[in-house]
């Protein structure tokens, strides 16, 4: 019996990739995402034959909402719905957003990561692929918007202070630091997938930087 299931995506450093920005990136990241969603069932799944096994250790039973061992407490499905929230935090008060019709009428972009509220995608895949659908296209809607556009960063950096910190940024450092927030989560996300036997692609969970050592030297 076929046990282990591997992942294929676009390789993000292939000059198709690269040539067409950011934006581009940050969509194969969420269709990296999205593949995987779809290859994992909804719960925590049917208990693993004992003889099916990898190097000898045994898998935990594959599923979107399996409680992890080696990241404690940890899920994949949990991984993604924080994954996804800051996407959706970063897009929900863009001027493109707020007024499709005419941007202009929207004096400034203000963004906070730690206002994320609960929800079902950290349970339900069908939540999260619906939520990887709409993300896409608001992406997609705002190709055209500058990268250096500037952004009202809104962040608590300490936790005695609830008001918290305003720093100026752009909308390219907040997009591509959501593309690495997601790298990062991916990684994580990895270490599950060895647990429950879902091959990976290499550069799964890589950051971008090491990824161009091995590639460029």
Known sequence: MKFITCLKRPNPFHPSAMSCGLHCISKIYLHQAEELVNRLPDGPGKEVPVEETVQG???LPRGYTTRSRVVPGSTIGAHLRH???HFRLLYASSPVSLAPNDAKTVAEWTVTYDKRKANDIDSRRGC?????TR???VVDDHAKVPLDTQIRLQATI???ISDGATLKSSYGRELWFCCLHAVHHFALIRAICVEQGVETPQDFGVAPST???KCCG
């Open 57 to 59: 250790n045994a898998l």
């Open 135 to 137: 993300l896409l296209k």
């Open 128 to 132: 999260a692929l619906l939520e990887i």
């Open 211 to 213: 990824l161009n050592k």
């Open 83 to 85: 994954i996804l929230d």
């Open 158 to 160: 300490e936790p005695e």
